[in-house]
C-alpha cells in the first residue's frame, strides 16, 4: 500500500518533469562542462534535479535524495527510505541529438531496491518496476528474458574500452566484438539497461558508472531475470562509482569467465 502510493507519487513527478524537459527545447540551453571537457552539464539537468527535490522534500520529508548534480543530500549509507536520481542521464545525447537521454530514478528502502523507473523522454516510453512486481513498458508487462548464446546476442559497450585503457583487458573485449553478433552504444547507461531489460540488446558493461546511472534500471533488470554486478562479479553497492555489467544469466557468466579480465 505504501509502496503502491509512492510508486504513483514518483510516477506523476517523473512525467511532470518529462513535460518540463521537453518544453526546454524552446529555449537557448546553458551548458557547461564538469570533471573534463565532455562531461556536460546543462541548466536543465540542474533545474530537473530541483523540481524532484522540491516535491520530495515537502511531502516526503524524511526520505533522503542522492543526485547526481548534487543538490540533495551527503549520503553515508542508504539507511530508510532514498532516492538515486539521474535528472537527464545521457546529457551529451540531450545536447546534441535532443532524444536518447531519459530519467532514471531508482527508490531504495535499507539499501534493497524497491521502485525502478527509466523514462525515455522524447519516446514517452516509462520502464517501471516495483520488486517483486514484474517490470512494465508503460502499462504493458515485459516479458522474463530467455537464454542465448554470445554468438546470438547483441552487446552494449562503448568503444573506448575497447582501444587500450586503464580498466579492463582490451584483448578479451576485442574478442567479444567478433564473436558477438553486434555490438551497439546509445550514450545512456539507463537506456542501455532498459534496453537489456526488453531485450533489445542482450548485455550492457561500463567500466565506471554512478549509482544513479543504474539504480533504477537495476531493479527493472532484476525483475525480468537479468543479473546486474560489477564486472567481477560482485553485488552492486550504491553508495559509489563502480564497474558495472548487466546481462542474461547465461549471458552474464560467460562474459565474466571468458572475456572480462580487469587490470
Ligand atoms: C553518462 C551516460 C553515459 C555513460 C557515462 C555516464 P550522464 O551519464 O550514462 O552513457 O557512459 O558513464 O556518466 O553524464 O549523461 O548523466
Ligand atoms: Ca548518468
Ligand atoms: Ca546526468
Not at 220 to 237: M, P, R, S
Request: proline share 3%.
Amino acid at each position: 500500500m505504501v509502496l503502491q502510493k509512492l510508486d504513483r507519487y514518483a510516477k506523476a513527478l517523473i512525467k511532470e518533469a518529462g513535460t518540463k524537459i521537453r518544453h526546454s527545447f524552446a529555449s537557448e540551453l546553458a551548458i557547461e562542462s564538469k570533471a573534463d571537457a565532455n562531461d556536460l552539464v546543462t541548466n536543465i539537468d540542474k533545474e530537473i534535479e530541483q523540481f524532484f527535490i522540491k516535491h520530495i522534500r515537502t511531502d516526503y520529508p524524511e526520505h533522503l535524495i542522492l543526485g547526481e548534480e548534487g543538490f540533495g543530500d551527503n549520503l553515508s549509507t542508504l539507511d530508510g527510505y532514498v532516492w538515486l536520481l539521474d535528472p537527464i542521464d545521457g546529457t551529451m545525447n540531450f545536447i546534441h541529438q535532443q532524444r536518447n537521454f531519459a530519467i532514471s530514478l531508482g527508490i531504495y528502502k535499507d539499501g534493497v531496491g524497491v521502485l525502478g523507473y527509466i523514462y525515455d523522454v522524447m519516446h514517452d516510453e516509462l520502464y517501471s518496476s516495483q520488486k517483486g512486481s514484474g517490470a512494465y513498458l508503460n502499462d504493458e508487462p515485459i516479458p522474463v528474458l530467455e537464454p542465448t548464446t554470445i554468438s546470438e546476442a547483441i552487446i552494449g559497450l562503448n568503444a573506448s574500452w575497447v582501444i587500450p585503457n586503464p580498466y579492463i583487458e582490451n584483448e578479451g573485449l576485442i574478442r567479444l566484438v567478433k564473436d558477438a553478433r553486434g555490438i551497439r552504444s546509445y550514450g545512456s547507461a539507463a537506456l542501455e539497461l532498459a534496453y537489456v531489460a526488453t531485450g533489445r540488446i542482450d548485455a550492457y558493461m561500463s567500466m565506471r558508472l554512478s549509482p544513479w546511472d543504474i539504480a533504477g534500471g537495476a531493479v527493472i533488470a532484476e525483475e525480468v531475470g537479468a543479473v546486474a554486478t560489477n564486472l567481477k562479479g560482485q553485488k552492486l553497492q550504491f553508495l559509489g562509482q563502480d564497474t558495472f555489467l548487466v546481462a542474461r544469466k547465461s549471458l552474464h557468466d560467460s562474459l565474466l569467465s571468458n572475456y572480462i579480465s580487469l587490470k
